[in-house]
């Protein structure tokens, strides 16, 4: 799954470091682009993958780069593929006008930034997946903004946007790792989605800019806590990854408050997650993975509470026909809302699921058995009220209420419940028939929660 580290045992150090060489050599022709029009630099990237595709097996190019499997197929297939995803991105700047700082960017984080990674792992730890991403989530920031900044300068922007492009680096280096978890290790789409992440962050218009300074340790505290949930086994490294970037997201436009609820979330979480685990298992109700979360549950209860907190700090108020002004504190009612959601229902799921008694169908309320989609019982309401309600405590205890404490405690509860129970609906129903998973049944929940929690502010409380 991770470059090249499964592959180190059946090469010798001297060949590894000859490869991971030629790839950072070919990456240094990114430092070009800023002198050359932008045409140019489409051909050039389309001419490079027609030559690797075209290559002689026996060329010393060609043996420089291959790997075992590249010389089995008698192509360079991670090449091969790098260019290519390069090659949709030089056609973005001249067809889109995706930035060119990102573009290079992108070739600093996969091309420098996994393959310093990759050295140093085979040098100093010997193919230790958690080594590997924490060395390429600091080499990959690092020589992302090294190229990136580069550009910038070499574009004529100054030195004024380098904060920018700093904060850039991180959200694209930590989306390429957590890609690397997920799909295959040559993909396409892990420059692709570095590229993607950097273009779509660099296209808001921002009040101020964090220092880089701030943007390190708004990334250094949720990756400490992605470590540490890996080490004890409560979440895998896609899940530590999509936590990290969450995390950051949160700090970043939102504050130390807003990250403060996912913690509240992952904690309850776990905690609960672990709780009666044994007899989880023997009726079958247990988290997979002995309790392990991945990248599709973060993501299934943190999404739309991610794009709201976004929306809060890069949009802020706004305007709407026949309405007006709508004031950017709707925006904390459904982050609440969403995060009161998600924490009600994970925890009555598992605390629910621990029922003595017979829970019923919320469709139908015909018994069934524990651990059945849109099952509910007593103990799993109460279980999600308090989820609820820890949600409201916390975010007023934190300064994430707006305006009116009162307002946001009854919003998040009632948001929280309403979710819930919905995520319930959604399971006796779209997940029982497979058109759901239940990832997709969380994140509509979070959606419906936070629309809730939002509805009721612009009805009865915003004017």
Known sequence: MYPRLSTFGRQSLDAELKRQSAYISLGLLALLFPFVPKW???????????????????????????????????????????????????????????????????????????????????????????????????????????FGGWAMVNMGMGTDRLDLMFFLAVIGTVTGALLYTIVDEESIAIPLGAGMAMWLFSSFTYARIPASAEIIIAATFPLIIGVASYKLNAADLSGALAGVLSG???????????????????????????????????????????????????????????ILVVGFGAIGSFELPYVGTVDRTIFIMGYLGAMATATADTLAS???????????LITTLKKVRPGTDGAVSILGEVSALFGSVAIAVVAIAMGVAGPDAGVAFLLAVLGGLLGTNIDSVL?????????????????????????ISMGLYYLFFMY
């Open 427 to 451: 399971g006796a129903t779209f997940q029982q028939k497979k058109l759901l998973t239940n990832e997709g049944v969380n994140f509509f929940s979070t959606v419906v929660g936070g629309i």
């Open 40 to 146: 140019v630099i489409v051909l050039g990237v389309l001419f490079g993958v027609v030559a690797i595709l075209y290559m002689p097996k026996n060329s010393f190019i060609f043996r420089a780069f291959a790997s075992e499997r590249d010389m089995e197929a008698g192509v360079l297939i991670g090449p091969l593929k790098f260019s290519f995803a390069i090659l949709l991105l030089a056609i973005l700047v001249v067809s889109l006008d995706l930035p060119v700082y990102v573009m290079a960017a992108t070739i600093g984080i996969v091309a420098f930034g996994e393959g310093a990674a990759t050295l140093v792992n085979v040098l100093v730890s010997r193919n230790k997946a958690l080594f590997w991403i924490v060395t390429l989530l600091i080499l990959g920031t690092l020589f992302g903004f090294i």
């Open 248 to 306: 950051l997201l949160m700090i970043l436009f939102g504050g130390i408050g807003w990250f403060a609820l996912l913690l509240v979330f992952f904690f309850l979480g776990t905690l609960f997650t672990k709780y009666k685990y044994r007899y989880k298992v023997e009726i079958g109700t247990a988290q997979m993975n002995k309790g392990s979360r991945g990248y599709r549950n973060v993501f299934g209860n943190c999404l739309f509470p991610l």
């Open 350 to 360: 598992e605390i629910g699921s621990t029922y003595r008694g017979e829970p019923r």
